[in-house]
């Protein structure tokens, strides 16, 4: 039976914001890199992490209707090697607490904060992640 990949990857997360140029200068400290992509002070994007995965900031302006204006719904989380530093920076600039530093099962640990523009930032430490990205650095010898 052939696997059918219907999700192969996060190609883009978009974070809505009534202020895009406050958003653009917290992100840019936060991630330390200047958007690799703007359009018209009113889109944004960096490409960030080990496989360049994209966060976008976008004029509120431009949300669907009925998106939500306020943290809510699903939480993307991001890979991060040091969880409680982390999530002590984010707190120190000025995001809030969403879900504290929660221990899963296995090594997994969980947080998500609000960013100063309402939207839900989730980090976590995640083994599975350092075993897929060490099995990419390093694939089996072919046989």
């Known amino acids: 039976m052939q696997k059918i990949q219907t999700l192969r990857g996060l190609s883009t997360i978009s974070f809505w914001t009534d202020d895009v140029p406050a958003a653009r200068a917290w992100y840019t400290e936060l991630l330390g890199a200047e958007p690799y992509f703007e359009r018209g002070g009113a889109y944004m994007e960096w490409r960030i992490g080990d ?75 995640s083994p599975h992640y350092l075993d897929q990205l060490e099995a990419l650095r390093n694939p089996p010898p072919a046989s």
């Open 51 to 125: 496989h360049e995965h994209e966060l976008g900031i976008i004029d509120r302006s431009w949300a669907p209707p009925g998106a939500a204006a306020g943290p809510g719904g699903a939480v993307a989380y991001w890979h991060v090697d040091d969880i409680e530093a982390v999530y002590d920076r984010l707190l120190a600039m000025g995001a809030t607490e969403y879900q504290p530093i929660t221990k899963r099962e296995a090594g997994f640990v969980t947080a998500a904060v609000t960013d100063p523009f309402g939207n839900v930032l989730g980090i976590m430490y």
